[in-house]
């Protein structure tokens, strides 16, 4: 089973690679743009079969691993 | 004295570390990232570098290393365990000093000498230092220290700043911090004060011919402290 988690940085943290591919695409003309914030996005293949246990060991991985909760929230999408 | 050296896959100050420790009396070990056992250490030293091709953000692969939990356990236990640049990078990941270092604020490699103004002199590191100010070598991408609101209260109430981005006088202003770190901090500690963590590289700054000698009088007194 295929379980994708997105990583994005919090509110109030600064980033800086957003803020230049936002001056970027306004010099490219795009500029409706209100802001762009970068994240990460993983894939993750599990052999676990169960969607909720394999949702609660993603989660760790997270917690653990994946994101730095200090600075970054993680959304993880469960597999349809 | 004796001190350990892990060496991390992609570490590359990790020799420099180990001449400037043996230049000031240490008996020093280099020690293998998979390795479980931490030798018989006064002090342990995570070198600069770029661990595991900073993948994911810098320091976190290595933070799960082998070798790691033993120096969790023996920062935990009391001892000694200073992170240089990259090695401060996997302290935060590890949570043993509080924070993250983000991206530098201009998204600009920085390699410069700075002037940095110890904060705090109730600790084994810059105890007995007689300057204020030294001057160190700093390269790094990723050194723009960061915490939550809350962090920052319980580093300022516990004085765990450990060194801040100065001018040569020891102003401490924005116009002297190199990466947008918060209060323009280059160095912390843990609530006990035996873990630093500092972006500077002391061990660049031990010969008067190649850089300066204010590594020399930290190296030194470190020695001493520890007598």
């Known amino acids: 089973m295929k379980i994708s988690v997105i990583i994005t940085l919090k509110k109030d943290v600064l980033d800086p690679q957003g803020k230049v591919i936002h001056q970027t695409l ?4 795009y500029d409706s743009i209100n802001e762009v914030r970068q994240g990460k996005y993983f894939e993750i293949d599990t052999k676990e079969t169960d969607n909720v246990k394999a949702k609660a060991k993603v989660e760790e991985m997270c917690e653990k691993l994946l994101a730095n909760l200090v600075i970054e929230n993680y959304k993880i999408i469960e597999p349809k | 004295m004796k001190s350990s050296v892990i060496t991390f896959p992609g570490s590359n100050c990790d020799r420099d570390m180990d001449v400037a420790l043996k230049k ?4 020093n070990k280099m ?16 070198p600069g570098g770029f661990s595991y091709g900073d993948y994911l953000r810098c320091g976190s692969m290595a933070s799960k290393s082998k070798i790691m939990q033993s120096v969790i356990n023996f920062a935990n236990a009391g001892g000694m ?14 949570g043993l000093v509080p924070g993250v270092l983000l991206r530098n604020k201009y998204l600009e490699f920085i390699c410069k000498n700075v002037f940095v103004k110890i904060n705090d002199k109730k600790n084994k590191y810059f105890k007995n230092v007689h300057n204020e100010i030294l001057e160190f070598h700093i390269a790094h991408n990723e050194g723009n220290y960061f915490c939550t609101n809350d962090q920052l209260k319980e580093i300022e109430d516990n004085n765990q700043i450990a060194i801040n981005y100065c001018d040569e006088n020891g102003k401490i202003e924005d116009q002297f911090n190199p990466n947008g770190s918060i ?7 843990n609530k006990e004060k035996n873990v630093l963590g500092m972006m500077p590289h002391p061990e660049r700054m031990i010969d008067t011919s190649l850089s300066g000698e204010d590594g020399s009088l930290f190296f030194k007194n470190l020695i001493n402290n520890l007598k």
């Open chain 2, 81 to 94: 365990v200073m992170g240089i640049c990259n090695g401060f990078q996997i302290l935060v990941e590890t």
């Open chain 1, 26 to 29: 306004e010099g490219m003309g």
């Open chain 2, 183 to 189: 209060k323009n901090i280059a160095g912390i500690f």
């Open chain 2, 24 to 27: 000031f009396g240490f008996k």
């Open chain 2, 31 to 46: 020690v293998w990232h998979a390795d479980a056992e931490l030798p018989k250490s006064d002090l342990v030293v995570l």
